[in-house]
């Protein structure tokens, strides 16, 4: 009996410690989280200039110099945005992929598109909204479109996988027209501090983007997340309004400061 009380005495300290593991290992994810709440929304300003002057070999400083925050310009910018999926000319609708909760690719889409154009507005961009299934549209009804008035084209859309293994943005461009992706690579960093994972590569088979890239006008396929994974679902719903802000800034710094070098 002495001896067990020796042993339970001895553990004591032991258990302890592991009590005070367990409650750091909990803490952990909290303070991860914490940490990367904080960095998107306090920090993001600073850490996109520094991602857009790598990518424009401009430093911050410089690109401070561009005012993106007046909601009045001479010469506005004049963005395109285009919802994928949705209704075509004729009525026929394509609700997109399926999300995570069972609710529907476009009904997304069409959400982030006009959180996007509130913020690209407010920024000075003059805006015009493709709700429409402009792929079905070209595609199969023969519709022409004129991309030429704009100085970008953002074609938006949510990526699924087999079995929502994958996760992470994409951004998709055309080679037909990809003598500077300054701009695709500035959005695809300022969505990387949020969504954890971003890429940039070329696929020509997107009928919308040849079409935009033949008139040679700068435009992306832009992937917002994977909505069958549950994870980056979940990163979505809960900071929507910082992937939109993310998005409509850098977009807007990205342009303003290609625009300066061609002066």
């Known amino acids: 009996m002495h001896k067990v009380k020796q042993t339970i005495s001895r553990s004591i300290p032991y258990l302890g410690l ?18 990367k709440d904080y960095r998107i929304y306090q920090h993001y300003s600073t850490r996109q200039l520094e991602i857009i002057a790598q990518q424009s070999q401009a ?10 925050s007046n909601q009045v310009h ?8 285009i919802t994928g999926h949705g209704t075509d000319i004729h009525g026929f609708y394509d609700s997109g992929a399926v999300a995570f909760d069972m609710s529907y690719e476009h009904t997304h889409i069409q959400y982030i598109a006009t959180l996007i154009k509130a913020n690209l507005e407010t920024l000075g961009g003059a805006v015009t909204l493709f709700d429409e299934n402009v792929y079905r549209n070209i595609k199969y009804h023969g519709a022409l479109y004129d991309f030429s008035p704009y100085d970008f084209v953002i074609e938006i859309h949510f990526n699924a996988s087999e079995h929502g293994l994958y996760s992470g943005t994409q951004i ?17 960093n300022a969505l990387q501090l949020i969504t954890g994972n971003s890429i940039v590569y070329s696929d020509d088979e997107f009928i919308t983007q040849q079409t935009i ?3 040679g006008i700068p435009s992306m396929l832009l992937e917002v997340v994977h909505i069958d994974n549950q994870s980056d679902y979940t990163l979505y719903m809960n900071h929507q309004d910082a992937i939109a ?19």
């Open 18 to 35: 592991l009590s005070a593991l367990i409650c750091l290992i909990i803490s952990i994810p909290i303070a991860l989280k914490t940490l």
């Open 59 to 68: 430093t911050p400083q410089e690109l401070q110099i561009i005012d993106i």
């Open 74 to 81: 001479d010469n506005p910018l004049h963005i395109a945005l």
């Open 172 to 188: 998709i461009y055309n080679t037909y027209n990809d003598s500077d992706l300054t701009v695709h690579y500035a959005v695809s």
């Open 213 to 215: 890239a033949q008139q």
């Open 245 to 263: 802000q993310a998005i409509s800034d850098s977009l807007v710094t990205s342009l303003k400061a290609k625009e300066a070098r061609s002066k």
